[in-house]
């Protein structure tokens, strides 16, 4: 079998990268959460970036979606005039 490092520093591989991805891990700061690739020398980030490329996560959409970015203040509002 052939190993592709991508991490030295933990033994992280080409295939675990991708494998933590598959799992949801859509940014260099989620792989490090999950294995932590790039949390030491960080001379692996760049490489991650590119494993990990753009648009390739499918949980990556934007944030507003066309609603209000804070949502439920009428809620808070409401629990606190209630307190």
């Given at each position: 079998?052939?190993?592709?490092?991508?991490?030295?520093c933990?033994?992280?591989?080409?295939?675990?990268?991708?494998?933590?991805?598959?799992?949801?891990?859509?940014?260099?700061?989620?792989?490090?959460?999950?294995?932590?690739?790039?949390?030491?020398?960080?001379?692996?980030?760049?490489?991650?970036?590119?494993?990990?490329?753009?648009?390739?996560?499918?949980?990556?959409?934007?944030?507003?979606?066309?609603?209000?970015?804070?949502?439920?203040?009428?809620?808070?509002?409401?629990?606190?005039?209630?307190?």
């Amino acid at each position: 079998m052939n190993r592709v490092y991508v991490c030295n520093c933990f033994g992280v591989t080409e295939a675990q990268v991708k494998k933590h991805a598959e799992d949801g891990a859509c940014t260099p700061r989620q792989i490090a959460s999950a294995c932590k690739a790039g949390t030491d020398c960080g001379s692996c980030v760049r490489r991650i970036q590119a494993l990990l490329g753009r648009g390739s996560c499918s949980r990556h959409e934007p944030s507003d979606q066309g609603r209000p970015m804070v949502s439920g203040l009428e809620t808070v509002e409401a629990l606190e005039e209630a307190a």
